[in-house]
């Protein structure tokens, strides 16, 4: 066995893989398996297995990491305590609740570690905190809950990779406010995010201009209305909205034309690639220094030395060696969705686009531009949309007619916006500029309304399996190899992963054709029954809903549901094996020789839940979430009595029973 060409991939594949996928194996085997390969590389003929290492090296790495330490707040949490927490970020509020980001410095006098979600009732709550200051409470931590129906959105695992495992729900009189009096220099980069956002606020520019800014320069993700990002997703250029490799890229360009009179002077060479950089992280700290923006600094800083350093054939190493440092500094970030677009969308345009660019180059200045144009946006795109349609679903048809209409002239706009942004903050904000700035991002988001507005082109409620993105991306990876090396391996390799595709989607098809469920769907202050019956579901609401309510979407994306039915609700459901009844507001149990084996409380009904249980003697009893809290809670005491397992919606969430 040979060693490979170049260590860094197979080291850094290695240790990604084991990060993902044996982090959770018992450490003495993870431990095992690196004495092992340290074994086989002391042998000649086995030196090459000593890149393995890096596998269970990168489960333990990720271990370790994920580690909760001895003074974390949840070895320290007695009965009652008083936490002091200290506010890291705020958060969008919705319509009930302020959130925040916090860490919990104190646990009554002891020194602690954690951090936490904070969430603050918007009614019973008059003062709001800001980030850095600290807030004294008495209120106790409880665990995150999981997602509430198949398909939604999994806030607890994705707080939990940040680990964040816990949630403080505060009112008014529940807390105290700490003002800080001190900034520390970590601090100075939201401070100045802060001020730059009063000035902008202040000036002469239409509200959706400023947002724009805002999202655009001061990485302030929500400040655009919903509807204006809905139609943006659309249309396939929702990367322009927030701080990404694309905006790091023009700025990166920008300033090596600016800056390249520096090469002439002796010992410039030694001058601009560090100048570059330095000035790409002002802009990381002019920015506010989020996570997104310091992670698209790092890959293009990768990306600077090879360009500008004239070591261009070096783009792909360094592209690496930021990724793989980037996963070492800071794990999560193998997690979050814009880290993996980032960094396959940037892989496409390196490897994919000089493929397409070798089969047309045309003379005509401007056919080339939109060529290039065209093919960047495909190499992007083909690398990038199988993970697109994994999380969200969806695949914008018209990308191609976006990117046309936005990314010839988005590098004159955003150097534009900078430009705005500076001379509103030295207070020379310049009125015909700024009117023209309206004009502009007007005539942008009509442009992008009307192509979103082209239903027929959006692809939506699509699905792929974890196991299908896989084969996915290896059949792209071997499709570059059989175009770049044109040997017949990596043709029988392509057949041999379609046919394999092809048995996998038969099976897949096959167990979904099998499925017959009756799901307990969680909906607040509702009850919903569904039947999910291979590609089909039919619903039963005690309230008037529609099919495109979001958790029939989601359920509907989760198991490529083809038809759903609303039906009239009932307050009985039975089949051969299941026999399910509805306790509601009348109170109606007695029904002659019917005994279910689920029993379903709804609406709060006023029930000697005792008699019930012992008239009835149901297997299981579920409620849901149109129920008060403390009527739950004596329920469940109920049904312990009775040692009946008792389910609980509003925690658990959606509930399957197999018919």
Known sequence: MKAPKFPLYPLTLFFVLGMTLLFQLNQKWLWVAVSIFLILGLFKKYR???????????????????QIPADHYRNLLGAENTLCVAITEVLKSNDFQHRFYGKIVRVDQKKS???????????????????????????????????????????????????????????????IIVKKNKSSFLDQPYLWNDKLEKKLDKSGLATVSK????????????ALDQELKNAYAKAGVIHVLAISGLHIGIIMLFLGVVLKPIKSIPGGHWIYVPSILTLLLGFAFFTGGSPSVIRAVTMFSGLVIAKYSLRASNT??????????????????????GFQMSYLAVLGIIKLHPLFQKLWQPKNFILKKNLEITTVCLAAQITVAPLSIYYFNQ?????????????????????????????????????????????VV????????????????????????????????????????????????YLIAILSMLF???LYVINVAWSASQINKIWLLYQYENTVIGHHLGKSLTLYSSKKISQDEVFISNFKSEFSIDSVK????????????????????????????????????????????????????????????????????????SCEKRNIPFINLNQQGAFPINL
């Open 316 to 337: 792909f190493h360094l592209l690496v060696v930021s990724f793989f440092l980037l996963v070492v500094i800071y794990p999560p970030f193998l997690y979050q969705v």
């Open 500 to 502: 394999f595709l092809q």
């Open 211 to 222: 947002n724009t800014i805002k999202t655009l320069l001061l990485g302030k993700r929500d």
């Open 113 to 175: 570690l954690g951090k936490v979600l904070i969430v603050l009732d918007k009614k019973k709550s008059n003062n709001q905190p800001i980030r850095g200051d600290l807030l004294i409470t008495k209120s106790q931590p409880k665990e995150l809950r999981s997602r509430k129906n198949p398909g939604d959105f999994d806030y607890k695992d994705y707080l939990n990779k940040i680990k964040i495992y816990d949630q403080i729900k505060v009112r008014n009189n529940d807390f």
């Open 48 to 66: 090459p297995f000593i890149y393995l290492i890096f596998l269970p090296l990168g489960g333990l790495y990720q271990q370790q990491y994920y």
């Open 395 to 439: 695949f914008p048809g018209l990308f191609l007619l976006s990117n046309w209409i936005i990314l010839p002239f988005f590098g004159f706009f955003l150097m534009g916006s900078i430009g705005l942004l500076l001379l509103i903050c030295a207070d020379h904000e310049i009125p015909v500029f700024s009117l023209a700035y309206d004009k």
């Open 442 to 489: 007007a005539g942008l988001n009509e442009s992008i309304f009307w192509i979103a507005s082209q239903e027929s082109f959006l692809f939506q409620n699509l699905s792929i399996s974890t196991t299908v993105l896989l084969f996915i991306y290896i059949l792209i990876i071997l499709l570059y190899l059989l175009i770049n090396h044109k040997k017949i391996k």
């Open 566 to 637: 609303i039906k009239a609700f009932k307050n009985t459901y039975v089949s051969d094996d299941f026999q399910l009844l509805i306790l509601d507001k009348n109170v109606e149990y007695k029904i002659p020789g019917f005994f279910p084996t689920y029993l379903l409380i709804t609406d709060d009904p006023k029930v000697n839940l005792d008699r019930v249980l012992d008239y009835l003697r149901p297997q299981k009893v579920i409620c849901d979430g149109s129920n008060k809290p403390w009527n739950v809670t004596r329920w469940q005491k």
